[in-house]
DNA sequence: AATCCACAGGAAGTGCTGGGCG
DNA sequence: CGCCCAGCACTTCCTGTGGATT
């Protein structure tokens, strides 16, 4: 396969460098004893435990669901006594706690049973990252041991190879395991449910020891995907976690508020607000929480000692942009010139909406031009989807009758952002100037955009 | 009602990489 | 060293589809 050549905007890089050398040797010379992060650690003005809203943070409360805990605790309870506990499923919508709850649960069932000396083991899978049936299954294997790392390579061995190591583990180290497979609509969705079948069926070829499984999903339909016998298997319990409304979710910042910040940080109005900005995102706590974080930073970075609505304000744009930009530097080179089509041909139509043919065809020119080898239709089809559900672009699919069946596509960022993305991406820059000075495009589009 | 368009998107296959095993 | 396996990105082939047009 051909490499893809890409023309970087190489004259720059070496007077950036050498400005930066400069820069860099008068602050040597001048501040030679001082640490640039002396002034920065001088006083903590605003945080006291920056921890408490992140989104892995295990609070030792949850406000509002104390019926789901209960619930959890009294179906995970016989593993105290040494049986099985029935498989639960566990559905809400992003922000509603469910992983939350789920590690303290976990956390609170490993001391009990440390208590009582009884032998119950836990692992956390978030089946996003880990999407492949050979990593899941030596993911619970280091649940026993954490030599088990050492023992499976990570790749090269037969997967029922693995499935029989993790029998043996089982049985030679006995007691209940708990697996808590998080996301695990990505695991069916990249795998089919072979991978579930096994994993709930593993309880009849185990002796000394036994296993239950907690699945948590987002998607309330993603069991319809499941082979009844699955379904049964996995779903013999399940919970679910209703949206937090507006109030709710400012009870939960107050409560992290106390514990991250000093006193009389935050002004009321503050909370609120970044409550009711994260309800009207289907009750997403960990968005309120995230927006409250990036406000008292950047109260912090105007050395402000006081947290106000202007700076929720701010963190809000802060945090749209951010999202934009950490998701198209990370484009694979196909994909970022998928997208420079899409933005080069937006205009091209009265209604700035084009085609899957439209964007391919002015794909294969980028390729062309750039000596990129073109991939197939099919292909793009894919990576338009792909952008769609990363925000990038629109594309909704539409019938023109006899003009056949297609996807509308647009651009889904704003006009500003494309210009300051572009500027600070050299392959997407690359890519349009190159277009400009071939000049086989819009030129109405060129104007506005370079 | 039949036809036809321009794809959508599922399924199966390919080629490659990175690993283990005998 | 050659073979086997899992995983990934991609291609090829194929069937399905909604609605304007005939």
Request: charged share 25%.
């Amino acid at each position: 396969m051909k490499r893809p050549r890409l023309i970087y905007s190489w004259q720059a890089i070496p007077k950036v460098l050498l400005v930066a050398e400069l820069l860099f040797m008068e602050k040597r010379q001048n501040s030679r004893s001082r640490n640039v992060f002396d002034s920065l650690m001088s006083e903590e003005r605003i945080f006291k435990n920056r921890e408490a809203l992140s989104s892995t943070f295990v609070p030792s409360e949850f406000p509002h669901r104390n019926d789901e805990i209960n619930d959890f605790a009294n179906i995970l309870k016989p593993a105290l006594y040494g049986a099985r506990p029935s498989n639960i499923l566990i559905y809400g919508q992003t922000g509603t706690g469910k992983t939350a709850v789920t590690k303290y649960i976990s956390d609170q069932i490993m001391q009990k049973a440390a208590k009582e000396n009884k032998k119950i083991h836990t692992a956390y899978i978030n089946c996003k990252q880990t999407n492949t049936p050979y990593g899941v299954l030596t993911n619970i294997g280091k649940t026993y041991s954490s030599e088990w790392e050492d023992v499976i390579p990570h790749a090269g061995w037969r997967i029922d190879k693995v499935y029989a190591a993790l029998k043996q583990k089982a049985d030679d180290n006995g007691g209940i395991a708990i697996v808590v497979l998080d996301e695990i609509d990505a695991l069916v969705s990249k795998n089919g449910d072979d991978i579930l079948y096994h994993l709930t069926g593993l309880n009849s070829d185990l002796n000394n020891s036994k296993i239950s499984l907690i699945g948590i999903s987002n998607d309330t339909k993603f069991t319809s995907w499941l082979d009844p016998r699955v379904k049964s298997r996995l779903g013999e319990e399940s919970l679910t976690f209703a949206p937090y409304n507006a109030i709710q979710i400012e009870e939960i910042l107050a409560q992290r508020a106390t514990l991250a910040f000093k006193d009389n940080i935050v002004e009321p109005l503050v909370l609120s607000y970044c409550a009711s900005k994260a309800a009207q995102e289907h009750g997403d706590a960990r968005k309120a929480l995230d927006l409250l974080r990036i406000s008292a930073e950047l109260a912090e970075r105007d050395n402000r000692e006081i947290v106000t609505a202007k700076y929720v304000i701010k963190a809000q744009s802060v945090m749209e942009k951010d999202q934009v930009r950490s998701i198209i530097t990370t484009l694979p080179i196909h994909h970022k010139a998928t997208l420079a089509s899409t933005i080069v041909n937006q205009g091209k139509r009265e209604n700035g909406q084009q085609t899957t043919g439209e964007v391919y065809s002015t794909y294969k020119q980028i390729c062309k031009l750039f000596n990129l080898e073109d991939l197939s239709q099919r292909r793009i089809s894919n990576v338009i989807s792909e952008l769609d559900m990363q925000g990038l672009i629109h594309a909704k699919i539409v019938s023109l009758g006899r003009q056949g069946r297609t996807k509308f596509i647009s651009v889904a960022i704003n006009e500003n952002q494309i210009q300051e993305l572009f500027a600070e991406d050299i392959e997407l820059s690359d890519i349009i100037e190159e277009l400009t000075r071939s000049g086989t495009y819009i030129r109405s589009t060129q104007m506005r955009l370079i």
